[in-house]
Each structure stands twice: as C-alpha cells, then as structure tokens.
C-alpha cells in the first residue's frame, strides 16, 4: 500500500519499491545479469531449464523481464503460475495456451499440445516459451508428464523453450531416482541467490531515483542494518526499506539511519 505520508515528506514521485517497475527499470545484480545471459543462451538452444531459488529473490521478475525482451513476431510466451493440478488439468491448461482445440482423453491432448508446438515452430516460425512458475509445486507425476511432453522425435529435437521456476527444494526434489531422465534432459540449472552485502545500497538507490528521489535517504550503518535484518532477499529489502521510509516520515527524519530501520523492522 502506497503511504501518501511518505512520498510527500521525502517529496517522491510516487512510492518506491513497488511492484510496478517496467523491465527496463529492474535492479540488474550480478546474478540477475548472469541469469540473464544464461537465459540468452537457452533462447537459442531451447528444451528443459529449471530455476530456483528462495522465495522473493526475483525469479518472476527477471522471467518477466527476459519474456518482454523476446520478438512477439518469433516467440509465443506462456506463462502459468498454476502449478497445484491434476494431471488431467495440467495437459488442457497447455493445451489450451498454446491454442489448441478442447479434448477430452489424455492421448488427444497430449497429440494436441505437440501438433500446436510443431505448428508453432514449422508454420508461423515462432518458438514456444513455456514458463512453469512455482514449479515445486508440480506433483511427481506431473513432472513425468513434462518430461514426455517435451520428447519430439524420438527425443532429436528441442523445438520449444521449458522453464521451470521455483523455491530452492525443487532442484532437491528433482534429485529423486525418479526424475534421473529428467535430470538427464536438463539443459541449464541456474540457481538464483539474494543481493550481495554490497548490492543492497546500490539497489535501495536504484528504487529511489525510479521514484524520484535524488538524494541519499538512507546512511551506511541503515543499509547495513537492512541487509543484517533481510539477508539481502530483494522482497525483505523493499518491505523493510518501504516501511522505514514510513517511520521516517512520521518522525520527520531528513536521513535514515539504523534506528529508523530497526524500529521499521518491529513493526513489520
């Protein structure tokens, strides 16, 4: 919830640390630019990528991020966070996205999904990129289903683009006897970690000169009070930050230091 309080004190633009940033406007970590690199390649290379990494360290956005980036002429991006289905459901739900006529038996929709694939790619030359968001979420036996899903001719082609995205135990569930083919057919495993010690004040800075600010609001010993109460967890940092802007604007504090951020953390 945006605090009118704040953005007037500190005579904002709007305020910061939302959610509503475009994708040029991200904070780009080192391991976001990482990703992002290791995303370029899986552009060309296509098939099976998984992603992790703990809740709020910026998965979705920087999916959100590479799938904006991507030509609507030549790519056909679905993205579903829905991961909590049956079998059943999990096969029309991508079915359906990727534009496919209502079937019924599982054989027809699983011919459906790779005809509209096949389609996609050979016929109006885009390349399927299927984002599977909260993906440790997805039952053992939906997971399998993917891994079928995705063998094209005798397992010789990649012709769409799989990601996986999840919290860290999903790289822990796929180490399961199980999953050894899926493992197998993994062509990039990129765990995503939180903002460095010294990455947090240049992200704090970052979100403030989006909003509008010029100024240094927050001292040394507040961004190291931030990251000591986050762990650099860029969801943590911005709640934190966002509600310390807050208690600043209350007490009517010009600068920010670690007290402001400690009493914030209280609170929260």
């Not at 999916?63 to 609507?72: E, I, K, V």
């Amino acid at each position: 919830m945006i605090d009118k309080r704040a953005v007037a004190y500190y005579n904002l633009s709007k305020m910061p640390f939302g959610k509503d940033l475009l994708p040029d406007q991200l904070f780009v970590s080192a391991s976001f630019k990482e990703l992002s690199s290791r995303l370029d390649y899986m552009k060309a290379q296509r098939g099976l990528m998984m992603l992790t990494g703990s809740p709020g360290v910026g998965k979705t956005a920087a999916l959100r991020c590479f799938a904006a980036s991507l030509n609507p002429g030549s790519y056909l991006v679905i993205y579903t966070p829905l991961s909590t289905v049956t079998v059943a459901d999990f096969y029309r739900q991508l079915n359906s996205a990727l534009g496919g006529q209502p079937r019924w038996r599982k054989n027809d929709v699983f011919a459906s999904i790779q005809n509209q694939i096949r389609e996609l790619v050979s016929q109006q030359k885009k390349i399927p990129v299927i984002i599977l968001d909260e993906a440790h979420l997805l039952s053992t036996q939906n997971l399998i289903e993917l891994q079928i899903i995705a063998n094209f001719q005798m397992d010789s082609l990649d012709p769409a683009l799989f990601i996986l995205a999840g919290q860290s135990h999903l790289r822990e569930k796929l180490t399961s006897p199980v999953f050894d083919s899926l493992q197998q057919r993994m062509h990039m495993k990129f765990h995503l970690p939180a903002l460095s010690q010294e990455e947090v004040g240049p992200f704090m800075v970052h979100h403030l000169k989006t909003a509008g600010c010029s100024k240094a609001l927050f001292t040394a010993d507040a961004v190291d009070a931030v990251y000591q109460n986050t762990a650099g967890i860029h969801r943590k940092v911005a709640l934190l930050a966002h509600r310390t802007l807050t208690v600043g604007a209350i007490q009517k504090k010009e600068t920010l230091t670690s007290e402001e951020v400690f009493l914030a953390f209280k609170e929260l």
